[in-house]
């Protein structure tokens, strides 16, 4: 039976490189009969926690009414989450990083989040693999603080330029993602 799988995306960049990734996990994860619900950060309005702790107080995740109000459900009825992005600045993009940080929202809110499935698809222009570290290290804490199960990680090093991906192995490595789900 499919599992419902939540993808959350962190490119501006509708052509790039990690979008590509991302539409190669999507294809395959689907043809293995997964139900998958997309949210491209980055075209959403989802600013930072602010750390008042009223999460769930007003019967939505955050007090403060953006995107992540539309995310937040998905996520709660979700079996897996998949984050995927490019590093910028040897980190998580800001695109994602306010709704990775408003996951806080479900500790807060007394919302039991715990046994899900995690899984992180990146990229980046150096060719040294520990600049994926600022992406992957994050991730994997965050999704052990939530007892998360971190079931894969697709990160691909030397793309920059629209199309880069396809000199690599990255959209094959994350069609194989899906298989872990």
């Known amino acids: ?99 990775i940080d408003r996951l806080f929202s479900f500790v807060v809110g007394g919302r039991d989040i715990a046994g899900k499935e995690c899984a992180v698809i990146a990229c980046c222009e150096e060719e040294d693999m520990s600049v994926l570290d600022g992406v992957r290290i994050p991730l994997e804490r965050s999704a052990a603080l939530m007892k998360w199960q971190m079931v894969g990680a697709v990160l691909v090093p030397g793309v920059l330029n629209v199309g880069d991906i396809e000199k690599t192995d990255g959209c094959r490595q994350a069609a194989a993602l899906a298989d872990k789900f």
Request: hydrophobic share 45%; with cysteine; aromatic share 10%.
């Open 1 to 99: 039976m499919g599992k419902k799988i939540v993808v959350i995306t962190g490119s501006p960049r509708k052509n790039g490189n990690s979008f590509a990734m991302t539409e190669a996990f999507i294809q395959a994860a689907e043809a293995k009969g997964h139900q998958i619900t997309r949210f491209d950060a980055a075209m959403r309005k989802v600013g930072g926690c602010r750390a008042c702790e009223t999460c769930f107080k007003t019967g939505k995740a955050c007090s403060f009414d953006d995107d992540f109000n539309l995310v937040a459900p998905a996520i709660l009825e979700a079996d897996a989450v998949v984050f995927t992005m490019p590093v910028y600045w040897y980190s998580i993009p800001a695109q994602i990083k306010g709704v």
